[in-house]
């Protein structure tokens, strides 16, 4: 939803949210636009809508971005441009909280830089980002793409770099890092991401996964 501040990071699992992702005509969040944008909307932990729609960015795909997700000029150009895909996006969404794969900082960057152009509003959802939240939960892999993530859980990789298949992966990537967390987690209070135990110099503690973020600690006897 619009709203006047971006919305909080949190590092835990939350069995209802919605898991978008972007394509877009390069990596630069200053110069490069969204042309496609997918989402799938999930109710304790299973999809039960999804929504896509590529979206004409009134500029020419370099012809090296064409070669990673395959979406061309010709593709987009009765398509609506971004400022209705991200309405739509954003009415579907409602105010669930973003989940995506290095939406820190890549894709929520695209959202709050054009929401800020076309409404002068930035976006309030709240967001937890698998990149993040797999190497705090995951530890020793050697890279944390999706696709490593998604070879990790033996989670088959089809039609890669197209928005709603990420969004598929994505979403069963970050149901198995869920239960890399083992049961009911602590929730943290100061900002709503899961408490793990820690070993500090004075015994065990319950420390906020969202750390350094967030400093929140609480002791371990309590
Ligand atoms: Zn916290």
Redesign the pocket.
């Known amino acids: 939803m619009l709203s006047d501040v971006c919305g909080r990071k949190l ?1 835990t699992y939350l069995p209802d949210y919605v898991v978008f992702d972007l394509e877009t005509t390069g990596t630069s969040c200053y110069s490069d636009a969204v042309v496609e944008i997918s989402a799938l909307k999930v109710k304790g932990g299973s999809v039960v809508d999804e929504f896509t729609t590529l979206v004409n960015p009134k500029r020419h795909i370099p012809g090296f971005v064409v070669g990673i997700h395959g979406i061309s000029d010709d593709m987009v150009k009765d398509s609506p441009c971004f400022r209705e895909a991200l309405s739509d996006f954003l009415e579907f969404a409602g105010d669930e909280v973003f989940v995506g794969h290095n939406i820190q900082s890549f894709d929520l960057k695209f959202l709050y830089r054009d929401a800020q152009n076309y409404w002068g509003k930035t976006i309030g959802n709240d967001y937890i980002d698998t990149l993040s939240f797999a190497r705090k939960v995951l530890k020793g892999l050697d890279h944390y793409r999706l696709s490593d993530l998604a070879d990790y859980y033996d989670i088959p990789i089809i039609g890669a770099h197209r928005a709603l298949n990420d969004c598929r992966m994505n979403q069963q990537v970050f149901e198995h890092l869920a239960k890399e967390l083992g049961g009911q987690p602590q929730i ?6 899961s ?1 793990i135990r820690r070993n500090g110099r004075f015994g065990e503690f319950w420390g ?4 350094p ?4 600690t609480r002791d371990a006897k309590k």
Do not use: H, Q, V
């Not at 906020?208 to 750390?211: G, K």
């Not at 973020?213 to 929140?216: E, G, M, N, P, R």
């Open positions: 590092n943290c209070p100061r900002c709503g991401s408490l906020c996964l969202n750390f973020d967030c400093k929140f």
